[in-house]
């Protein structure tokens, strides 16, 4: 892609020339650590802060329990799309591609759950009620009858009727609150009346047409995404994204992408070492740190901030100008709560799910089912509840215990078994967005492209010696992609910032190579 810089060995030159130039990373992401890692490729000194006591930022896994062999579960990023060619060729670059395996999603699952008005039901035995109950809203919402649902003067065959019941039901699965009721209003008043113009017979799966290849769909015709609402269009994205068959995993754990980067690294990754300062000069970047119980000041030719833009904005900042200061406060943030129990056994099993997710509703949204990879006899993992928006919000407000026991309590409704002596053995939970230490990920709805793109060049824009990376700066928010490719960008920029001061007798390097390029 333009604009990357190249991510494999660096001309000798240019590595020459770069070193004894000091860089200050602020944050141990996956946004800081890929800036460090191709920094110290091309010759600076690098040195990364991280606040917490761990890295990998909003990449956490967690293991109930020692050992390589003990459940896991994914309490930040959990999922790596097919089509992010970045986030696979640093998997493959850490010799981690033989760890690759497919993530299996939400709605991915015939035998996991649905909650519908009539109760919990099988996935593959939804369609029929699903289809049924969107007749029914369409006739509260439409002029028409429950037997002929219409907008206006329009009628709707089955095939249409299909189409917009299974999404509606990924809406009410995945969308925070305050978006599910215009987001359906949205579906009814816009999208219907496209999909009725498109031959959509080979799209349905199942033997009666009942399952809809969403994906097929909106790649064969992308006029409809052409015609919808901003809000609409922009969280088909998440739709698609969250829904696609083609999703991947590590197995063993997400973090051991940050962790092999942080092993690659010959400078010092320093936890718990917290920035509450920046000042920006002409020929260096102060930055000011609290570590140990003292507060002192580095002094680096550059500095790469990876940090949110809440972070950012508590610390103090000085040589930052009106509208940089402005975005930080622009950007917004979804918070995401997630639950994960240790159980004694993977119950699920028994009644034939092997994987996926079940959409339990109420206030718990999404149940997903990890694989089973530790040793027999040390449990099995389950990402009881993941919520985003306002349900998450108020979710991470709670107590440990009380969230835990509510979530507990909510999902014994769909899965009994939980509730039989002993088999909880433990529970966790991370609430991003909730406290000052923890924010959730960008989002960029009901934003077109033109707003969306200005947004994202004015937070990664640099000011002066001081340059920007992370999710937030991305073409890809929410997404480990998002974060590597900010990195790159941001050291390329870095490395342009001044004239390379070039021996007259070398001549000069070819272009690298984009990063993205295989």
């Known amino acids: 892609m333009p604009g990357d810089v190249s991510m494999h060995a660096a001309h000798p030159f240019e590595k020459f020339e770069h070193q004894g130039r000091r860089v200050t990373v602020i944050g141990a992401g996956i946004s800081g650590l890929v800036t460090a890692y191709e920094l110290e490729r091309l010759g600076y000194t690098v040195e990364v802060l991280e606040c917490g006591a761990r890295i990998g930022g909003r990449i956490r896994t967690h293991r109930f329990g020692p050992g390589p062999d003990t459940p896991s579960v994914e309490l930040g990023a959990m999922r790596i799309p097919a089509h992010h060619h970045r986030t696979l060729e640093y998997v493959q670059r850490m010799q981690l591609g033989g760890e690759l395996r497919a993530f299996s999603t939400l709605m991915s699952e015939e035998n996991a759950y649905l909650r519908t008005p009539g109760g919990f039901l099988r996935i593959r035995n939804a369609s029929a009620p699903l289809l049924e109950n969107f007749r029914r809203e369409l006739a509260r919402h439409c002029p028409g009858s429950n037997s002929e649902p219409l907008f206006g ?56 047409g009942e399952r809809v290849d969403l994906q097929g769909l909106f790649a064969a015709h992308p006029g409809l995404r052409a015609g919808c609402s901003l809000r609409l269009n922009s969280f088909l994205d998440d739709i698609l994204a969250e829904t696609a068959p083609g999703l991947l995993r590590l197995r063993g754990g997400m973090d051991r992408l940050p962790a092999r980067l942080a092993r690659q690294l010959r400078g010092p990754v320093l936890r718990e070492h917290r920035v509450t300062g920046l ?41 930052l100008d009106a509208d940089k200061l402005a975005v930080l406060r622009e950007v917004q943030y979804c918070p995401a709560t997630k639950v994960a129990f ?18 339990a509703g109420g206030r718990i949204r999404q149940t997903y089912y990890p694989p089973v990879e530790g040793m027999p006899g040390r449990g099995a993992a389950l990402l009881a509840s993941y919520t985003i928006g306002e349900e998450a919000r108020r979710l991470g407000r709670m107590p440990a215990r009380r969230r835990h026991r509510l979530v507990l309590d909510e999902l014994g409704a769909m899965h009994p078994e939980l509730t039989s002596p002993g088999m909880v053995l433990d529970a966790v939970s991370m609430a991003w967005g909730s406290d000052r230490g923890s924010v959730g990920c960008t989002t960029r709805w009901g934003r077109n492209a033109a707003e969306s793109e200005s947004e994202r060049l004015r937070a990664a824009r640099p000011v002066g010696r001081l340059f920007f990376a992370g999710e937030h700066c991305s073409t890809a928010p929410a997404w480990i992609e998002g974060g590597i490719e900010s990195a790159l960008r941001a050291v390329e920029e870095l490395v342009r910032f001044e004239p390379v001061r070039r021996r007259p007798a070398v001549p000069a390097p070819g272009r690298p190579r984009p990063a993205g390029a295989l």
């Open 279 to 319: 000042e920006v000069h002409e020929d260096h970047v102060a930055v000011r740190v609290r570590a140990a119980g003292r507060t002192g000041v580095r002094r680096s030719d550059f500095a790469v901030c990876t940090v949110p833009f809440p972070v950012l904005r508590r610390m103090r900042l000085r040589g």
């Open 342 to 359: 240790l159980c004694r056994t993977p119950f699920w099993r028994e009644s034939g799910i092997q994987g996926g997710a079940s959409f």
């Open 153 to 208: 003067e329009r009628r709707y065959d089955d095939s249409v009727l299909v189409v917009g019941a299974w999404l509606t039901a990924i809406v009410d699965a995945t969308a925070p609150p305050d978006l599910r009721t215009d987001l359906r209003e949205d579906l009814r008043r816009q999208l219907l009346d496209l999909l009725a113009g498109v031959d959509l017979a080979r799209y349905l799966r199942g033997p009666a």
